[in-house]
């Protein structure tokens, strides 16, 4: 039997309790859907490159790695963990760092391919890696994080209106393939998030936010949760905008 699977089935027979992949989550969105996620009774197997997230998955009673999303050994390291401990993987939400904002063509091969893979094979080689889990034990849900511009480019932000849409593009075609086995896939895609403005230093902050600010990590993490839950089990392969109407796509 799959060293998987056997984690599959032994961990089935201790463990009810759902049990969420969050990357990124040593901060930012990915710590507060952390948060949120094990406030609402899920299991959090957490990776971060800083070690600061080893304690915070401490603090919420789950697991943490130390690696980075653009790692094929981190990240099957991160999934054999979980299902070594847990025996199953109910949702991924895939979170990311800030990628960088060079001009357009200042921007060198190797660049292009580190956020290439943080940003867009981080997601398909980790879908690689629980889907069959998660199809043996009869579905699961995936969470991409994106961001508003990721389907109108901005020349301020290239990789999102370039790698994220890809990331979306192939959050549809995944969906498509497993809705059958009851496995979805579906971005979110936000505005400006952070619990301040303070933290937002070095953005252009456009002064009439809906709000008077950003939308908080609890905020966002909330609908993160909402699309992995079974309220959601209805929505698969597409892009979810928190972005206050700044989008002009309908």
Partial sequence: MNGWL???VSGQKMNSKKVVIITASSRGIGAGCARELAAQGYIVSLMARSESVLSLA???????????????????????RTLNKFGRIDA?????????????????DEMWTEN???LFLSVVRIARLVTEPMRQQGGGAIVNISACDSQEPDLATPFSGTLRAAMEGFTKLYAKRYRADHIRMNSIAPFFVADSLEELEGW?????????RPTTYTELAKTVAFLIS?????????????????????
Avoid at 64 to 73: A, I, P, R
Avoid at 230 to 250: C, L
């Fill in 204 to 212: 252009n902050i456009p002064d009439d936010l809906m709000w008077g």
């Fill in 92 to 108: 991924v939400i895939n979170s990311f760092g800030d990628p960088p904002r060079p001009d357009l063509l200042e921007i060198s």
């Fill in 58 to 80: 401490q603090e919420f009673g789950g697991i943490g790695v130390q690696g980075s999303m653009s790692n094929v050994e981190d990240l099957e390291r991160l999934v054999q």
């Fill in 230 to 250: 079974d309220d959601a089990k209805f929505i698969t392969g597409t892009t979810i905008k928190v972005d206050e109407a700044r989008s002009a796509a309908i």
């Fill in 6 to 8: 056997t984690s599959l």
């Fill in 116 to 118: 290439f893979k943080m």
